[in-house]
């Protein structure tokens, strides 16, 4: 079966992260899923949050936020002020969520990280995105301390990635673009990791139940994409645009 966009069902979006865009940052990207588009910057200061002040053996922390920016839909998103969304608190946990799993914070000693993730393009895939592009910018600003001797060892203890798929008439899609997303039976999201763990599965049957058979299905076809975003993430720690 051929989609819309001339995919198969089992065939992700062209995807592009252009690393380094902010010089303000520690580490950044402007990671792009087919039509979604979502900046990433990580800043690194000194100090915890309260609730680490006393923690033995001390260590660090991270954190994200999760904004659409205004001209990212039609028709224009409101800013969230004075404070985000439902939607967009969920979705900032998850980044913080997935990213923290990857992390030994015991190696990252009084500091916090603050993930920004900004869609200034969406089209279906925003967090799934966020994660995948909040990825390469940790990485980035981690290697950049360490070159700095800010950090003695690498606290980075595997790779994220992210990955949207659906189920629609018993079919099984992968990376939903939002049309394909706005129609879906079963809509879900996993978070892995590049050694082939399992973060965290959200799913939710939207129009219909799901047997476990085709959860299992799903599961199997995310493992297999898997492999191609983050042969693409790796290029762009590197420094290098990377497409795919």
């Not at 966009?5 to 010089?23: A, H, V």
């Not at 992390?103 to 920004?116: A, G, R, S």
């Not at 129009?207 to 042969?231: G, H, Y």
Request: some cysteine.
């Amino acid at each position: 079966m051929i989609r819309e966009d001339g995919r198969s069902l089992e065939q992700l979006r062209p995807i592009r992260i252009t690393p380094n865009i902010s010089k303000n940052a520690t580490g950044s990207c402007m990671i792009e899923m087919g039509d979604t588009k979502v900046i990433t910057t990580v800043t690194v200061e000194e100090g915890v949050p309260n609730f680490l002040r006393h923690t033995i053996p001390p260590q660090g922390w991270l954190t994200a936020e999760y904004s659409m920016l205004p001209g990212a839909t039609l028709p224009r998103t409101k800013r969230e002020r004075p404070s985000p969304s439902g939607r967009s608190q969920e979705i900032q946990r998850l980044i913080g969520r997935s990213l923290r799993s990857c992390l030994d914070l015991k190696l990252c000693l009084e500091k916090t990280f603050y993930v920004d993730c900004d869609v200034i393009q969406a089209d279906g895939g925003t967090r799934t995105a966020s994660i995948n592009g909040a990825y390469v910018a940790l990485k980035l600003a981690i290697d950049k301390l360490l070159r700095e001797h800010k950090l003695k060892q690498n606290p980075i203890i595997d790779s994220v990635v992210a990955i949207s798929l659906g189920l629609k008439d018993s079919q099984i899609y992968l990376d939903l673009n939002y049309l394909e997303d706005s129609s879906i039976d079963l809509d879900i999201n996993l978070v892995l990791t590049g050694s082939g763990k399992i973060i965290e599965i959200q799913g939710t049957g939207e129009r219909d139940s799901f047997s476990k058979e085709q959860l299992n299905s799903i599961i199997d076809l995310a493992f297999t994409a898997m492999p191609t975003i983050v042969d693409i993430q790796n290029i762009a720690i590197e420094g290098q645009v990377a497409e795919g």
